[in-house]
């Protein structure tokens, strides 16, 4: 058997710290940032302890590649639909909000992580940090939009939809057995835009 790669150990690496990064994202957001040991990280992730500190010096660190991990794809799924040449400002719009409210629906253990994380957040700055680093390009890619309908305060309108869509989200897990996602979807876009489904 040969040795690998200089790639191919790359690859193992990031393959083990993704692997680190989604067992501490379910633990975290199902058990709490403040309950959750380093020790069941390791364990859900199916390493020693010691190793994983070869990939995050602490938990906060953890904590805040997760939160960048966690929202990466829906970052990217925004910036991707603003990319779009050939899409009026209110398919934009459409596009945005299915991409968010299919993360609700797929993505329990994120929403759970970032409930809990809106109430201990000024207890952990840094993790207030990246949050809002996070936050500030969602919202930058809603002002886009709000630009291209022609709200006057673009930036204002960006902000009171964020807030309305986070509501719902709060909403949605507190009891998503019977939360009308889709129909508090529908109700957003008639708000925003001449839509219907």
Same mark, same amino acid.
């Given at each position: ?75 990217? +799924?925004?910036? &991707? !639909?603003? %990319? ?7 398919? /934009? *719009?459409?596009? @945005? ?25 000024? +207890?952990?700055? &840094? !993790?207030? %940090? ?7 390009? /969602? *919202?930058?890619? @809603? ?55």
């Amino acid at each position: 058997m040969s040795p690998r790669t200089k790639e191919q150990l790359l690859d193992l690496k990031e393959a083990r710290k993704e692997q680190i990064l989604m067992a501490a994202l379910e633990l975290f957001g199902s058990k709490g940032y403040q309950t959750t040991s380093i020790s069941e990280i390791a364990k859900k992730a199916e390493l020693s302890k010691g190793l994983l500190y070869n990939y995050f010096e602490s938990k906060e660190e953890l904590l805040n590649e997760v939160v960048v991990f966690a929202f990466k794809e829906t970052t990217e +799924a925004g910036e &991707s !639909v603003l %990319n779009e040449e050939n899409l009026t400002a209110d398919e /934009l *719009l459409v596009s @945005l909000v299915d991409s968010y409210f299919l993360m609700m629906k797929e993505q329990e253990e994120l929403m759970k992580l970032v409930l809990s994380l809106a109430v201990q957040v000024s +207890a952990i700055p &840094s !993790v207030h %940090n990246t949050i809002t680093m996070v936050y500030n390009s /969602l *919202l930058e890619q @809603l002002e886009v939009i709000f630009i291209n309908l022609g709200y006057e305060n673009p930036k204002n309108e960006a902000m009171l939809f964020g807030a309305i869509v986070d509501g719902i989200g709060i909403q949605y897990m507190l009891d998503s057995e019977g939360y009308p996602l889709d129909e508090m979807k529908s109700l957003i876009l008639k708000k925003y835009i001449d839509y219907e489904n």
